[in-house]
């Protein structure tokens, strides 16, 4: 069965200093689909990237980067130059279907705290 | 662009009671998912719908909840006969049907307060 594991329950950080966010998952499948999702504190789950997993290119967007490294089944994000606004819970999930839809499962997620 | 919407924002209902929410997907997304979220944990798949098609439910899903979607675009998730155990955060996504892989958009979510 799918899983997804997000070990780091809680990081603070001083604004502007670069933080990493793990996220390590299980599937048997070969074809797949894992996502970031951002849970601000008003609470809606914003969607952050999409990635398939033929497609191995790290990606960067802005201050957001992404490393997805399928011989260790991760699939961790990177935060450069932290700002206040980044404070929320991260969530990682996976979709074990050709094309990303069916369900996702999520992991437990990660608050990060950016202190001013 | 209007997003996903769901109806109530809050509820607080007494054991026993039935409660009913709705969820208004991206126009013309024919896929529509509902998860359940409690404090701390992330979000736990329940069902979805393609048109109006219920294709998965999840062993969470009691007989007690009931999910539909009659016309293929809002759907309503009620639970019978709450208990405490089903206070939680009930989050609808909605996603468009493509080859290229699909995105769920989340909505704002229902948090169910059972007293």
């Known amino acids: 069965a799918q899983k997804v594991t997000q070990a780091q329950t809680e990081i603070s950080v001083v604004e502007k200093e670069d933080v990493t966010l793990d996220c390590v998952y299980e599937t048997r499948d070969t074809t797949y689909y894992l996502f970031w999702y951002k849970q601000p504190p008003s609470g809606e789950l914003v969607f952050l990237i999409r990635?398939?997993?033929?497609?191995?290119q790290n990606e960067i967007s802005g201050r957001y980067s992404w490393n997805f490294q399928k011989s260790t089944s991760s699939f961790n994000f990177t935060i450069t130059a932290s700002q206040v606004v980044d404070s929320a819970v991260y969530f990682c999930a996976l979709s074990e279907s050709p094309f990303g839809n069916e369900k996702l499962t999520f992991g437990t997620g990660t608050r990060l705290t950016i202190i001013p | 662009d209007t997003g996903v919407s769901q109806d109530p924002r809050h509820k607080i209902t007494k054991r026993g009671q039935n409660v009913t929410f709705r969820c208004d997907p991206i126009?013309?997304?024919?896929?529509l998912y509902w998860y359940r979220q409690t404090l701390g944990q992330g979000p736990e798949f329940l069902t979805y719908f393609q048109n109006e098609a219920q294709l998965e439910k999840s062993r969470l899903l009691s007989d007690r909840f009931s999910a539909e979607r009659p016309k293929g675009s809002f759907s309503t998730l009620e639970i019978q006969r709450t208990e405490q155990g089903d206070s939680a955060m009930y989050l609808c996504a909605s996603s468009l049907e493509i080859r290229g892989g699909e995105t769920q958009y989340f909505g704002p979510g229902t948090r169910l307060l059972v007293l």
């Open positions: 126009s013309e997304h024919n896929r």
């Open positions: 990635r398939n997993s033929f497609d191995e």
